[in-house]
């Protein structure tokens, strides 16, 4: 299983960005994929996840609202779409793959149930 991320970059406070995490080695609907961030310092926390059979999704509440995971199978590729960031949105972003069909939920948004990771894409977001 490998994982790849892209897209992250250097944003204004109130923009946008997407971020991409390329997958490959597994199929999405036996999977469960989770985009996670850190900044230094702070630990690693969940952002989002999405289960692949069904879809089900569910975010860290500091960013209800404002991003979207989505999956594109044909594209072997799940996206988080970051609108209306924030300066404390900056850090660097992993995506991650569990062998899972739970359905996604705020427990799903643990690193250490998560065995494969893509090398991070920085999010930086200026005031």
């Known amino acids: 299983v490998q994982l790849v991320e892209s897209g992250g970059g250097l944003v204004q406070a109130g923009g946008s960005l997407r971020l991409s995490c390329t997958y490959s080695?597994?199929?999405?609907?036996?999977?469960?994929i989770g985009w996670f961030r850190q900044s230094p310092g702070k630990e690693r926390e969940g952002v989002s996840c999405?289960?692949?059979?069904?879809?089900?999704?569910d975010y860290t509440d500091s960013v209800k609202g404002r991003f979207t995971i989505s999956s594109d199978k044909g594209k072997n590729t799940v996206y988080l779409q970051m609108n209306s960031l924030k300066p404390e949105d900056t850090a660097v972003y992993y995506c991650?793959?569990?062998?899972?069909?739970?359905?996604?939920?705020?427990?799903?948004?643990?690193?250490?149930?998560?065995?494969?990771w893509g090398q991070g894409t920085q999010v930086t977001v200026s005031s």
């Open positions: 999405i289960t692949g059979s069904e879809g089900y999704r």
């Open positions: 991650a793959a569990e062998f899972s069909t739970i359905m996604c939920g705020s427990f799903k948004m643990t690193p250490g149930r998560y065995d494969h």
């Open positions: 080695g597994l199929t999405l609907d036996d999977w469960s």
